[in-house]
């Protein structure tokens, strides 16, 4: 079936170590897909989103690339810090009003 | 700037209970999702509405749950009698847009545990 689904469940970085946290796609008629951060007790919070017409996309410490071919996103964060421990969620859309979440990778950064 | 506002964050109950959690959406959104999180199935969407009129509920898993829309700044989630595999995280989310192609804002969600 369709899904969105993630490669790993838990990542450990060192603190300063850049993280790359990997998300697969099933449906090639996604057209935009977003990352979540998820801290815990607290709602999903919007990192950064990928429209289908782009390969990558930057923001402040983070970075995703979307390649199409293979249906695959990834969410790099540089310099990753303590405050970014968290489960990090991808989301695909069809242009509708239904997100397909993934079910998310857990972010351990070790000082 | 206040984000989307979701009452109350903890609630133990007891099965058969009634359950009423509530939302208030970002002033000006149109849209409002209630969403529900568990370990095993991550997120998923139990309803949408859109300028105040549920548009999707099949996500809602049977009779016992229900949600309104009364007016553009308040949605309430209802389960009637609860069920110990109620017991999750509900998130409110709202968004400026109508089909899907701008951020969801969540609320810090509703934790429900039904004894």
């Known amino acids: 079936g369709e899904s969105v689904g993630l490669h790993l469940p838990t990542l450990s970085v060192q603190e300063g170590d850049n993280s790359i946290i990997n998300c697969a796609y099933s449906?090639?008629?996604?057209?935009?897909f977003i990352w979540y951060k998820q801290e815990s007790g607290k709602g999903p919070q919007f990192i950064i989103d990928i429209r289908s017409n782009m390969d990558k996309r930057q923001g402040q410490r983070v970075t995703v690339l979307l390649n199409k071919t293979v249906k695959h996103l990834s969410l790099q964060i540089a310099a990753t810090q303590p405050g970014d421990s968290a489960v990090y969620f991808c989301?695909?859309?069809?242009?509708?009003?239904?997100?397909?979440f993934g079910t998310g990778t857990r972010l351990k950064v070790l000082a | 700037d206040a984000g989307v506002i979701q009452s109350p964050r903890h609630e133990v109950t007891e099965m058969g209970q009634e359950v009423t959690l509530r939302c208030k959406p970002i002033s000006g959104h149109n849209s409002l999702f209630w969403y529900r999180q568990t370990m095993m199935r991550g997120l998923e969407l139990l309803i949408y509405f859109n300028n105040n009129v549920p548009i999707d509920d099949s996500g809602m898993p049977e009779d016992r749950f229900s949600a309104k829309m009364p007016n553009a700044s308040f949605s309430t989630l209802k389960i009637q009698p609860s069920e110990p595999r109620d017991s999750a995280v509900y998130f409110c989310?709202?968004?400026?847009?109508?089909?899907?192609?701008?951020?969801?804002?969540f609320g810090e969600g509703s934790r429900l545990t039904v004894l």
């Open positions: 989310a709202s968004s400026l847009s109508q089909g899907g192609t701008g951020e969801l804002f």
């Open positions: 989301a695909e859309n069809r242009g509708t009003y239904k997100y397909i």
């Open positions: 449906n090639s008629a996604s057209d935009y």
